[in-house]
């Protein structure tokens, strides 16, 4: 019987292959911004989220850790799986599961089945909210808590607007290829890069000084100079502290109210 000869491979591209295969294995595998998960969205073993000095973490032992130079917030499951897992249910629940595909743990459920939305905040917690209150369409498959008043002092986000922040003229949130704005002209549009605007709120030259505002129930609108409303989305009954997220699908999407966060646990 032959022996196979296997080829000689130099130890410096050995070590580029080897390297390689690290990175994809501890590489997050959220499928938006690096402080954002939402439904759908799975953070691998060794994954994490990721803001200023803030990072939370779905660890090798198992254990989900909140690291923010404070009170931080930790799981307490380590050694309890293998190769965890942290995803974003459609009921506003964090899980773990471990390899074999078992729950070792979760956050408490929402109101009922949606989308929902988990962000590091500035502040360095982690905040689940929803489910979506708004969005822009998703152009992919076009044919064409309660109230806190923490949240009036939470600092802006490139990709994040909170409940009581506001976007003022020419102002922008954005993500890769995708940029949402306040224009000077009072529209507020949605825009794809090297593509231009995708959708707008129609609101061209219907006011001066226009700013954008998220309020504390969930409701967008834009406002002229003379606090007078041009554009609004759908008014919800239910008061809390909500999130606008521009998010790398294309869509800009309203979540909320809050139903769970590391500061409360």
């Keep these: 019987m032959a022996t196979a000869i296997l080829p000689s ?12 295969i690290l990175i994809l294995l501890t590489a997050p595998s959220t499928a938006n911004d690096s402080n954002v998960l939402v439904t759908g969205d799975v953070l ?8 200023l000095g803030y990072s939370f973490v779905m660890q090798g032992d198992c254990n989900l850790v909140l690291y923010n130079k ?38 408490p ?23 979506t209150v708004w ?16 949240a009036m002092n939470i600092p802006m986000v490139k990709n994040v607007l909170f409940s009581s922040q506001i976007l003022y003229n020419n102002s ?3 993500t890769r290829d995708y940029t949402f704005i306040m224009k000077y002209d009072c529209n507020l549009a949605l825009i794809k890069a090297a593509q231009g605007v995708i959708w707008d709120s129609g609101t061209q ?13 969930g409701q967008l609108a834009v406002v ?23 998010q790398i699908n294309g869509q800009a999407v309203v979540y909320g109210p809050v139903v769970w966060s590391t500061s409360s646990s």
Aim: charged content about 15%; proline content about 5%; aromatic content about 10%.
């Design 9 to 20: 491979i130099p130890n410096a591209s050995l070590l580029v292959i080897l390297s390689s």
């Design 44 to 51: 691998a073993t060794d994954g994490q989220l990721s803001y």
């Design 70 to 107: 404070g009170n931080g917030f930790q799981s307490n499951t380590h050694g309890e799986g293998v190769n965890c897992t942290l995803a974003l249910s459609d009921r506003g629940q964090f899980i773990i599961k471990s390899a074999d595909g078992s729950t070792v743990w979760t956050t």
């Design 109 to 131: 459920p929402g109101p009922k089945k949606g989308n929902y939305a988990a962000i590091l905040r500035p502040d360095s917690n982690v905040v689940i909210y929803g489910p």
């Design 135 to 150: 969005s822009t369409p998703d152009f992919r498959f076009a044919a064409t808590g309660a109230y806190s008043s923490e």
């Design 172 to 174: 922008t949130l954005a």
């Design 205 to 217: 030259g219907k006011g001066q000084h226009c700013f954008l505002r998220l309020d504390h129930r």
């Design 224 to 246: 002229d100079d003379r606090y007078k409303i041009v554009w609004a989305s759908k008014p919800i009954s239910s008061e809390g502290a909500y999130a606008l997220i521009v």
